[in-house]
Nanobody
Framework: QVQLVESGGGLVQAGGSLRLSCAAS????????VGWFRQAPGKEREFVVL????????YNGDSVKGRFSISRENAKNTVYLQMNRLKPEDTAVYYC???????????????WGQGTQVTVSS
């Protein structure tokens, strides 16, 4: 059974930082690209950042460039999302997802976590 479990969400003031984790089980984790997506109330789920299987390729969405970074430890089946200089508009449920191709499209990802809430106060 494949599971992706996000953790690390919470409430933070604007300008602060959070680090999210995504722990995978039930898949050969090192064979999957991992992406982070987010969904704010009333909005569609949007791409945030991705990392390739080896970690050699990362790609950030425009809204988080220069503030968010992604890394992975394949030995621990875990991907991290470091979020710095957070803004109120970053408030959303954050989801990690695993797929076999490098893509910013939601449809490219086969497995999804349940999400973790990030709330940024002004």
């Amino acid at each position: 059974q494949v599971q992706l479990v996000e953790s690390g969400g919470g409430l933070v003031q604007a300008g602060g930082s959070l680090r999210l984790s995504c722990a995978a089980s039930g898949i050969t984790f090192s064979a999957y690209t991992v992406g982070w997506f987010r969904q704010a109330p009333g909005k569609e789920r949007e791409f945030v950042v991705l990392i390739s299987t080896s970690g050699g390729t990362t790609y950030n969405g425009d809204s988080v460039k220069g503030r968010f970074s992604i890394s992975r430890e394949n030995a621990k089946n875990t991907v991290y999302l470091q979020m710095n200089r957070l803004k109120p508009e970053d408030t959303a449920v954050y989801y990690c997802a695993a797929g076999r191709v490098i893509s910013t499209r939601r449809s490219a990802y086969n497995f999804w976590g349940q999400g973790t809430q990030v709330t940024v106060s002004s």
